[in-house]
């Protein structure tokens, strides 16, 4: 019995010892030391031992139960260590390498413009006011002086949302929102997203308006030249000259459509003023009494001017962009120029 004994003690402290992983130890545990392993059986028949050979039998069996628990705990303490090394070798990260900075985003073009715009018209004395981009036909069109069959519509391609309600074509509505809530006198400037149905390199469905007002009483079209002037001096340059050419707007009376000497070539000719010279950048006038009155304002008392221009071409002028597309394509390329 001895023999046998030291048989099974020999293999199972081999076994430990060949054993390369906690798992391969594992197996080994169940081997020997299991419900039905062989120690654990050899325990299980010491019932069948005569008496009297049983203390020294027992003291032999216990004897190789300790030897095998106790080599299985040392090798699974050392394996676990290994294995805990090699994991944490594993993981190692490098601390020290240079990390691909994270990337800052930069204000967007025409972000830049309309802060740029609201604070040189914020510096005349004007206030700042927004109004809804899905608006009524009554504000739209009618109030500005444009009923329902007037053959001006046909100068703005509407997105219609039922007979009554549109997609604003013009910031315009809102001088007619502003005259209709408010007692002169009035020096407001309105930005805001407009749409249209209308696509092609310099015009986008969404295009962003900037519309300005002043009613007060004796207002003239010195008034409105004088502030154009300075408009263009500040978002331009210094020696930017302003000219008005009459025009015609249902809502203005007289009308004006206002050139600047381009701010590419200084007025001398070139790509973006097509050789003239001026780049047309805006529609204005004195506000029209009808709409005054329609506003319920008194156009005996008070008269206006008004103007309105696209942000995105003052930025496609400013900044030389050729496609108003790129202004809404995101393209990163693009916007980080202008930080
Ligand atoms: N709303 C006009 C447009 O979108 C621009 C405009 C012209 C605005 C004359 C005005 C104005 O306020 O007086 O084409």
């Not at 930017?240 to 000497?261: A, G, H, Q």
């Not at 304002?297 to 008269?303: A, L, N, R, V, W």
């Amino acid at each position: 019995m001895k023999e046998k004994l030291d048989l099974i003690k020999n293999a199972a402290l081999k076994k430990i010892d060949d054993a390369v992983s906690t798992a391969e130890l594992n197996d080994v545990r169940v081997k020997y030391l299991g419900k039905s392993g062989e120690i654990s059986m050899i325990m299980r028949d010491m019932a069948n031992v005569p008496k009297e050979e049983r203390p020294a039998m027992g003291k032999l069996v216990n004897e190789l139960r300790f030897a095998v628990e106790g080599a299985l705990s040392e090798k699974t303490e050392f394996l676990a260590r290994k294995e805990e090394e090699l994991r944490l070798k594993e993981e190692e990260i490098d601390v020290t390498l240079p990390v691909k900075g994270r990337k800052i985003g930069t204000l967007h073009p025409l972000t830049l413009i309309k802060r740029e715009l609201i604070d040189i018209f914020v510096g005349m004395g004007f206030s700042v006011d927004e109004g809804p981009e899905i608006e009524s036909d009554l504000f739209n069109f009618q109030l500005l002086n444009i009923p329902k069959d007037h053959p001006s519509r046909d100068m703005q391609d509407t997105f219609y949302i039922n007979e009554n309600v549109v997609l604003r074509t013009q910031t315009s509505a809102m001088q007619a929102r502003i005259m209709t809530t408010t007692k002169p006198p009035i020096r407001v400037v309105v930005p805001g997203k407009v749409y249209r149905s209308d696509d092609d390199a310099s015009h986008s469905p969404i295009f962003n308006q900037f519309e300005g007002l002043a009613i007060d009483k004796h207002i003239t079209m010195g008034d409105l030249q004088g502030c154009l002037q300075t408009f263009a001096e500040k978002i331009f340059s210094k020696d930017t000259k302003v000219r008005l050419r009459p025009s015609y707007f249902p809502f203005t009376e007289p009308s004006v459509e206002v050139d600047v000497t381009c701010s590419m070539c200084h007025g001398k000719g070139c790509r973006v003023c097509k050789g003239t010279g001026w780049v047309e950048i805006l529609g204005a006038g004195i506000v029209n009494p009808a709409v005054l009155d329609m506003c319920g304002i008194d156009s005996k008392q008070y008269s206006g001017f008004a103007f309105g221009f696209g942000i995105d071409r003052i930025a496609m002028i400013k900044y030389g962009i050729p496609n108003i597309k790129l202004l809404y394509e995101n393209d990163m390329r693009f916007l980080k120029q202008f930080n």
